[in-house]
């Protein structure tokens, strides 16, 4: 389903557009509830927000924090607000924004990256990912009944113009910073730190095509089964932050390494895989060496960054992680998972659930396809809009 389809019975409500991905997405979003007959208003909070809305009615929040729920909830009640959407809901004033909604019975629609990727994006609604409302229980998707037929969407890379949006937006944002001198973002906000993370992030991409040249080889060869990947988390992700016990990479790194070195078989291998968004900001090989060696276990730990996801998940043992949604990619093959954080997707029958980490490493639970596929299937049917944040087009399904 596309985002036009899943906007529906909006007819004379009064919708509000918070904090949406850098770039032009909500103001295709904005049209699509206006044409469907919606009023709409948009609240920005920087002057990189105000840059990407061409709302009619867009209105500036330059008060400080802690007057925003005192503010909102006002707003929210003067205007007759019906329907917030927003993206991210972890960020402050969306915290803050989705709580006071609930309390007051208005419908709050969460955007997020989507949970099958490539080709989609998530809407839920009032949460995602573990603030998601889906059934934890396997009964209720051994019940369900499919809605649509199984199928897969396809995109061509967005990281480029991503990219590109981010920098217009930081730029901005920064330059005219003295118009909102009491925002608070969630992230680094320093144009000059994003523009040189994007340039080292280049310069690694080209350096690993050939320091990892012949990774998927070996992953396909003479390392296939005989390793166990971990999927590494951007450095910043709220779902770390917020959904698991881990406060940095570099302490859940640390933690497995030490079972792995105490509990794995000795002739297994431990690959850990940066995340591509962390590319420029992030290197973790000199500290996972150095925990190598302080572990004892040299030799039988690796460090890669592009080696291609599908490869590295089919050739793996198992996958470990703490909340990612490679975990459903490592789950499309049949490939057993622990999550070691709180997630959405963390069921019995599709995660190896219930034990610990010093366990898994022997003990896996063999992943229910038939299981997988209704839980596809439902994510496709309630959480999944066919499209992309970043392109017009480009977006197919088959």
């Known amino acids: 389903m596309r985002l036009e389809e899943r906007i529906t019975g909006i007819k004379g409500k009064n919708v509000l557009l918070l904090q949406g991905p850098m770039g032009d997405f909500f103001n295709k979003l904005d049209n699509i509830c206006t044409k469907k007959g919606a009023f709409v ?17 867009y209105i500036a929040y330059k008060a400080k924090p802690k007057q925003w729920p005192k503010f909102i909830n006002k707003f929210y009640q003067d205007n007759n607000i019906d329907i917030v959407f927003l993206f991210g809901d972890c960020r402050f004033y969306h915290k803050m924004a989705i709580k006071i909604a609930r309390n007051l019975g208005i419908s709050v629609y969460v955007f997020e990256e989507g949970y099958l990727r490539p080709g989609f994006i998530t809407m839920e609604s009032y949460g995602v990912n573990n603030h998601s409302k889906m059934p934890r229980d396997r009964e209720f998707y051994d019940a369900y009944k499919p809605l649509t037929k199984p199928f897969s969407a396809k995109s061509t890379s967005t990281y480029a113009l991503m990219a590109w949006w981010a ?7 920064n330059i005219f910073y003295f118009l909102y001198p009491n925002y608070i973002h969630h992230r680094d906000f320093s144009p000059i730190r994003e523009g040189f993370y994007g340039i080292r992030n280049l310069f690694r991409k080209i350096k690993y095509k ?14 296939s089964g005989r ?24 302490s859940f790194i640390e933690y497995i390494i030490s079972s792995f070195s105490k509990n794995a078989p000795k002739d297994m291998i431990l690959i850990f895989k940066h995340h591509p968004m962390d590319r420029g900001k ?21 460090a890669a960054f592009d080696a291609h996801l599908p490869t590295i998940i089919k050739n793996s ?12 990619n490592a789950l ?12 959405m997707y963390d069921i019995k029958g599709l995660t190896t659930k219930d034990i610990n980490l010093d366990k898994f490493w022997t003990i896996q ?10 839980f596809r299937a439902y994510l496709i049917d309630n959480t999944q809009i066919i499209g992309s944040y970043y392109l017009k087009d480009g977006v197919e399904f088959k």
């Open 41 to 57: 208003t948009r609240i920005g909070f920087n002057a990189g927000d105000a840059y990407f809305s061409k709302s009619k009615n």
């Open 167 to 173: 920098v217009q937006y930081y730029l901005i944002a």
């Open 210 to 223: 050939f320091s990892e040249k012949n990774l998927n080889e070996r992953l396909n060869g003479e390392l």
């Open 227 to 250: 390793y166990y990947f971990v999927a590494l988390q951007t450095h910043d992700d709220f779902q770390v932050r917020t959904h698991s016990r881990f406060k940095t990479m570099e």
């Open 282 to 302: 992030k290197n973790y090989s000199s500290y996972i060496g150095y925990l190598a060696q302080i572990y004892k276990v040299e030799g039988r730990v690796m």
């Open 317 to 328: 043992k198992a996958v470990i992680l703490i909340n990612s949604t490679v975990g459903l």
């Open 332 to 343: 499309s093959y049949s490939k057993p998972v622990i999550c070691l954080g709180k997630s």
């Open 365 to 374: 639970s063999k992943v229910d396809s038939e299981l997988y596929a209704k």
